[in-house]
């Protein structure tokens, strides 16, 4: 059985997808959801879900290895980035290099880096007048949204598309594509 632990900083509907996804499954389980932000909705859903939940500080995540023992301590085979919004240290990119992972809300190359994260990746799109978004998952390095792509899926941005419409289409193609992609390369091993 292997395992992941999932960083989330928001509501973390992401994260409870892909516990869901592994409840049952014979390949991996989420192990442990670790949280930047005491006030997220993810505390909460990981308590529903059974999943022990840790909250660590800025000063924990930089200048110690709080993060990193946690990690070790449940055998975390996979990262998962999930609506999280800190930069890696290096020091975990370090030790966890080709199994962290990150999903963006959008297609990257393009409109991501430092600061393009939430409702502004979705709006920029609109303004941008694109016609096509989509979802990127792929490994974290030590730069905003760099790392080599794993996987896209791409949606259509139509006329009339506020950024909270194409929000939604987005978080379906998340829904529907990041436990998959997880779980195949945890099979793939
Ligand atoms: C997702 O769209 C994710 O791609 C982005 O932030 C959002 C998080 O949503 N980086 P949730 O917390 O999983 O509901």
Same mark, same amino acid.
Not at 8 to 17: F, K, L, R, V
Not at 21 to 44: D, M, Q, W, Y
């Given at each position: 059985?292997?395992?992941?632990?999932?960083?989330?900083?928001?509501? @973390?509907?992401? =994260?409870?997808?892909?516990?869901?996804?592994?409840? #049952?499954?014979?390949?991996?389980? *989420?192990?442990?959801?670790?949280?930047?932000?005491?006030? =997220?909705?993810?505390?909460?859903? =990981?308590?529903?879900?059974?999943?022990?939940?840790? *909250?660590?500080?800025?000063?924990?995540?930089?200048?110690?290895?709080?993060?990193?023992?946690?990690?070790?301590? !449940?055998?975390?085979?996979?990262?998962?980035?999930?609506?999280?919004?800190?930069?890696?240290? @290096?020091?975990?990119? /370090?030790?966890?290099?080709?199994?962290?992972?990150?999903?963006? &809300?959008?297609?990257?190359?393009? !409109?991501?880096?430092?600061?393009?994260?939430?409702?502004? *990746? %979705?709006?920029?799109?609109?303004?941008?007048?694109?016609?096509?978004?989509?979802?990127?998952? %792929?490994? *974290?390095?030590? #730069?905003?949204? /760099?790392?080599?792509?794993?996987?896209? =899926?791409?949606?259509?941005?139509?006329?009339?598309?506020?950024?909270?419409?194409?929000?939604?289409?987005?978080? /379906?193609?998340?829904?529907? %594509?990041? &436990?998959? !992609?997880?779980?195949?390369?945890?099979?793939?091993?």
């Amino acid at each position: 059985m292997k395992h992941i632990t999932i960083f989330a900083s928001g509501s @973390g509907s992401n =994260a409870e997808n892909i516990a869901l996804h592994f409840e #049952k499954s014979t390949i991996a389980r *989420v192990s442990l959801i670790l949280c930047n932000n005491p006030k =997220a909705g993810i505390i909460e859903r =990981a308590a529903r879900l059974n999943i022990p939940c840790r *909250v660590f500080s800025r000063h924990d995540f930089y200048e110690t290895d709080t993060v990193l023992q946690l990690l070790r301590e !449940v055998k975390t085979d996979l990262v998962v980035l999930a609506g999280f919004l800190w930069l890696v240290p @290096g020091s975990l990119i /370090e030790a966890y290099r080709g199994r962290i992972i990150n999903i963006h &809300p959008a297609l990257l190359p393009g !409109v991501g880096g430092k600061g393009m994260y939430g409702m502004k *990746v %979705h709006e920029t799109v609109i303004q941008n007048g694109a016609d096509r978004s989509g979802i990127t998952i %792929h490994y *974290v390095d030590e #730069k905003f949204d /760099e790392g080599e792509i794993i996987f896209k =899926a791409e949606c259509s941005v139509d006329p009339g598309d506020t950024p909270e419409i194409l929000a939604s289409k987005i978080h /379906e193609l998340e829904y529907a %594509h990041f &436990p998959t !992609v997880i779980e195949k390369l945890l099979s793939a091993e």
